[in-house]
């Protein structure tokens, strides 16, 4: 057996999925051995879901105001910790999936939070995606919020479905969709 080089080291034991196809050693990066690709465990075996969302707020008094009482989120539990807050809201049809309000300048560096702080206030976080069995009701009670600002009204969209896009009272981007 030829020695492995140093900068990649080889497997004694590859594990294969399947119907996986024997590779030479020069792909491993080591001459002379004949192997077999790692694949990794089959997918289909293993189950895998959304359980957090977080979404970094400026005001979580505010934000807590529009999500629960506006959209109707239920809070699920609320964290005090140096000084910041960590506010959990679940939806009546998907309580298993959490929304985690949270400050940018929780939890981490002043110099991480800054620059999620200054993202948050230039609205370029990602957007947060909702579904309602009622557009217009609750695109009407969201574009009414304090601190709202709408951005499109809902319309029939080229890929298929009809929302409309907003912003939180702390400049997030989301759009909600008919059901």
Known sequence: MSPVPPTRAVPDHVYVAAGARPVSRERWGAPGLRGIRRTGPSIGRMTVSISAVHVFVDDPDAALVFY????GLTVR?????????WITLTTKSQPEIQIVLSQPHAG???EDGDT???????????PLHFRSDDLDATFEAVAGAAGAEVLQEPASQPWGVRD?????????????EQA
């Open 68 to 71: 629960r009482d506006t959209l």
């Open 77 to 85: 539990n609320e964290v005090e910790h140096d000084g910041f807050r």
């Open 108 to 110: 981490r560096s002043k």
């Open 116 to 126: 999620l702080a200054a993202l948050l206030a230039k609205g370029e976080l990602r």
């Open 164 to 176: 409309g896009a907003v912003r939180d009272p702390a400049g997030n981007f989301f759009r909600i």
